[in-house]
Structures are given as C-alpha cells and as structure tokens.
T-cell receptor, first 115, second 114 residues
Framework: AQKITQTQPGMFVQEKEAVTLDCTYD???????LFWYKQPSSGEMIFLIY??????QNATEGRYSLNFQKARKSANLVISASQLGDSAMYFC????????????FGKGITLSVRP | KAGVTQTPRYLIKTRGQQVTLSCSPI?????VSWYQQTPGQGLQFLFE???????NKGNFPGRFSGRQFSNSRSEMNVSTLELGDSALYLC?????????????FGPGTRLLVL
C-alpha cells in the first residue's frame, strides 16, 4: 500500500504568492516523522521542514510551514512569498518507528514559479 | 560544516561491469542511507548503515551491496550492471537522536549504463 501520496499535477504559482503542496500519508504507527524535501534540477535533495506526530504545533522554517492535520493524515507544505528559486520538485516523506523503519518518499510534485 | 559529498558525480558504464560509489557523511553523522532515484520508480531505499553495521535494507537484488567504514564513510557497489540500473544514486547522512533523524542528502551520483 502506498504510504505517501502526492497527487497534484505540476503546480504553478506567481512569484511572491503563497502555494500549498499536498501530502497525505498512511500509517497505523502512532509515532512517526514527516519530512519535506526540495529537489532542484541539479539533483540534490534539500531538507526543508520536519513535523513529528506528537508535535502540538505546526512546524515552521522561514517561508516554509507545514499544515499538519493528524486526523486527516495530511501534511501539506505551505510556501509563502514564492521566489523563482523555489521552482523544483518537492517530496513528502515519512519515517515510522521500529527496527526496520526507513524513510519512505512520495512521488513528488513539480512546482514552477512564474515571474 | 561541510555537507554530504558523493563521488563520482557522473559515471558511464556498460552492461556487465561493476561500479563502486562513495559517500562521505557530514562530520559527526554516523548513519548513512542510500537511495536509487529513477523517473519510473521514484525514490527507492537501498540500505542504511550505522556504526559499520547494516541497519536496514530495501528490496533490491543481491547485486547491490554496501558497507560503512569506521570513519562513517560509506560505499555502495553494484555488480553485473544492467540497463535498468541507470539512475541517480543519492546518499544521505544523519546524526543519532532520540526521535526521528533528519537525513541530509548529497548531490548524488548519476550512473548511466550502456
């Protein structure tokens, strides 16, 4: 079963506007971590933000915030004041507990920022 | 602090050959994970090493192997290369914590198998 679902087609946003990238996940583990990564065309995966399942507050890191809705099992990334350099692939990932735990990625969303 | 480094950055091999990729983690990080990224399959976990021991392994054939050295540097080896092994191979390192470790990735090695 797919654990991380990113179904949005390529997203477009105007420079300086905000954009929300959707991510839903599936787990029966009460303790898990959610991550967002950015991958520019160069290939390197850049860590953006982390949310723990027991965190009371939504995570924020500069222009990035995570809209965490635990009951709905969604962890949407919000990018405020988009910049041209935000054009990239964005991946949502999850790691559960347990000895065999690994970081599982969604298929990613392409974001293009228009000037 | 220097980031994760991977060598080589680009590699061209022919079917049947073998290849070794190297990853140097961020200083102080003891866990190293390897991923294969292809357009069709996306990002797939290969294996994870911690303190020279394989901690976790993905669903890849035995042609894919890895190891970690005492300085936490890691290598992965692919023997008898197939065309389908053409991919971006990403290495990530993390620092042990009590919670969920954030993995920091290197720039990747692009492997083309002809």
């Amino acid at each position: 079963a797919q654990k991380i679902t990113q179904t949005q087609p390529g997203m477009f946003v105007q420079e300086k506007e905000a954009v929300t990238l959707d991510c839903t996940y599936d787990t029966s583990d009460p303790s898990y971590g959610l991550f967002w990564y950015k991958q520019p065309s160069s290939g390197e995966m850049i860590f953006l933000i982390y949310q723990g399942s027991y965190d009371q507050q939504n995570a924020t890191e500069g222009r990035y915030s995570l809209n965490f809705q635990k009951a709905r099992k969604s962890a949407n990334l919000v990018i405020s004041a988009s910049q041209l350099g935000d054009s990239a692939m964005y991946f949502c990932a999850m790691r559960e507990t347990g000895a065999n735990s690994k970081l599982t990625f969604g298929k990613g969303i392409t974001l293009s920022v228009r000037p | 602090k220097a980031g994760v480094t991977q060598t080589p950055r680009y590699l061209i091999k022919t079917r049947g050959q073998q290849v070794t990729l190297s990853c140097s983690p961020i200083s102080g990080h003891r866990s190293v994970s390897w991923y294969q990224q292809t357009p069709g399959q996306g990002l797939q976990f290969l294996f994870e090493y911690f303190s020279e021991t394989q901690r976790n392994k993905g669903n890849f054939p035995g042609r894919f192997s890895g190891r970690q050295f005492s300085n936490s540097r890691s290598e992965m080896n692919v023997s008898t290369l197939e065309l389908g092994d053409s991919a971006l191979y990403l290495c990530a390192s993390s620092f042990p914590t009590t919670g969920f470790e954030t993995q920091y990735f290197g720039p990747g090695t692009r492997l083309l198998v002809l």
